[in-house]
């Protein structure tokens, strides 16, 4: 069982940066490709990013890329999305996830384990 625990969310102006962090209970947690996703209300939870265990390969969905950079620190088993250019439609709840699969996927059924999300809300 990984548990993990999204940080760093809060209120920024449009054009503004955040770095939120998700970190994992098991050391064991560098074994996973963590991704990164994004629900805002009433819609879908949508996939952000995703990483390797090793943090050799990133992959970004197109709303993001050059905006948004995933990396990961497996010493200190946390995972970090650094988010600049923030517009207005970025604002939603930001979750980390865990998937054992051996290659990046953005479907939310390849991952396995969830944080609990951290708001993050960019003002006009």
């Known amino acids: 069982q990984v548990q993990l625990v999204e940080s760093g969310g809060g209120l920024v102006q449009a054009g503004g940066s955040l770095r939120l962090s998700c970190a994992a209970s098991?050391?064991?947690?560098?074994?996973?490709?963590m991704g990164w996703f994004r629900q805002a209300p009433g819609l879908e939870r949508e996939f952000v990013g995703a990483?390797?265990?090793?943090?050799?390969?990133?992959y970004y969905t197109n709303s993001v890329k050059g905006r948004f950079t995933i990396s990961r620190e497996n010493a200190k088993n946390t995972v970090y999305l650094q988010m600049n250019s923030l517009k207005p439609e970025d604002t939603a709840v930001y979750y980390c996830?865990?998937?054992?699969?051996?290659?990046?996927?953005?479907?939310?059924?390849?991952?396995?384990?969830w944080g609990q999300g951290t708001q993050v809300t960019v003002s006009s």
């Open positions: 098991e050391r064991n947690a560098s074994n996973y490709n």
């Open positions: 996830a865990a998937s054992p699969r051996r290659f990046l996927v953005s479907q939310t059924s390849q991952y396995t384990y």
């Open positions: 990483i390797t265990w090793s943090g050799s390969t990133t």
